[in-house]
């Protein structure tokens, strides 16, 4: 088992920044991806930012220029720096890796428990 714990989320105004953090531990042998991505109220969960562990990153639509991922693989940490935040992207963000806990095993899903963003204007 896998478990990620976020830390960051708080209340920012419309303009402001915000670092979350999301850091892994237990059996883990590899993780092949890691990322973000957020809920808000009434909406599906929506990709933010996905990079592997080459450091290829993926972007949610309309994601990429105001956030940036970064990743420590010998960590198993993985950061979202988020500029010029908007009441839209209030949202319940989730980090979320792809791990092996073996070395011939198969990669599992992994979620953590979501810290609240919320951008006032």
């Known amino acids: 088992q896998v478990q990620l714990v976020e830390s960051g989320g708080d209340l920012v105004q419309a303009g402001g920044s915000l670092r979350l953090s999301c850091a892994a531990s237990?059996?883990?042998?590899?993780?092949?991806?890691m990322g973000w991505y957020r809920q808000a109220p009434g909406k599906q969960r929506e990709l933010v930012v996905m990079?592997?562990?080459?450091?290829?990153?993926n972007y949610g639509d309309s994601m990429e220029g105001r956030f940036a991922i970064s990743r420590d693989n010998a960590k198993n940490t993985v950061a979202l720096q988020m500029n010029s935040l908007k009441p839209e992207d209030t949202a319940v963000y989730y980090c979320?890796?792809?791990?092996?806990?073996?070395?011939?095993?198969?990669?599992?899903?992994?979620w953590g428990q979501g810290t609240q963003v919320t951008v006032s204007s």
């Open positions: 979320y890796a792809a791990a092996q806990s073996t070395h011939w095993g198969r990669a599992y899903d992994y």
């Open positions: 237990g059996s883990i042998f590899r993780i092949n991806a």
């Open positions: 990079v592997n562990s080459g450091g290829i990153t």
